[in-house]
């Protein structure tokens, strides 16, 4: 999903794919793969590393068992990494096409004004820096 959303040309539905993407991985993806790993993890604290699956079950794990164990452990603990990486990726970006929105809203309700659209933003983004906020210039009363 995250290649086919920096596809889309409307920023509506990009916000939109993005707001989906971000609850997505807030409510089952990181979820899950916490789950995942703190099921391994629990093994390593408890020291108990028993076989899973097959006649073996409940017995204890070979030395080439724990060893597979310490590798899922770290690739379980990379991928909920890399998940958080890419929340934190999907929520700049959602927040970045926010911004890019309120901008057009903005012009779009300058020219309804009969305001310069452009001219209003730099007007507002220089009276920001400056520590005031000024009235809209001329234009219709």
Known sequence: MAGTIHTLGDPERLEKALRQKIEYLKNTAIPRAS???AEIEREFVSGEFLVRTGPR??????AAGRRRRVT???ERHDR????EAELRTQENERE?????LDERAFKRGCERLGLDG???ARRIRASQDDGEVD???GGAA
């Open 57 to 62: 079950t409940g017995q204890p794990v070979t």
């Open 80 to 83: 909920v990494r890399q998940l």
């Open 35 to 37: 789950e995942s790993r």
């Open 72 to 74: 899922d452990l770290l």
């Open 96 to 100: 970045r096409v926010g911004m890019e």
């Open 135 to 137: 009235e809209p210039t």
């Open 118 to 120: 452009e001219e209003e």
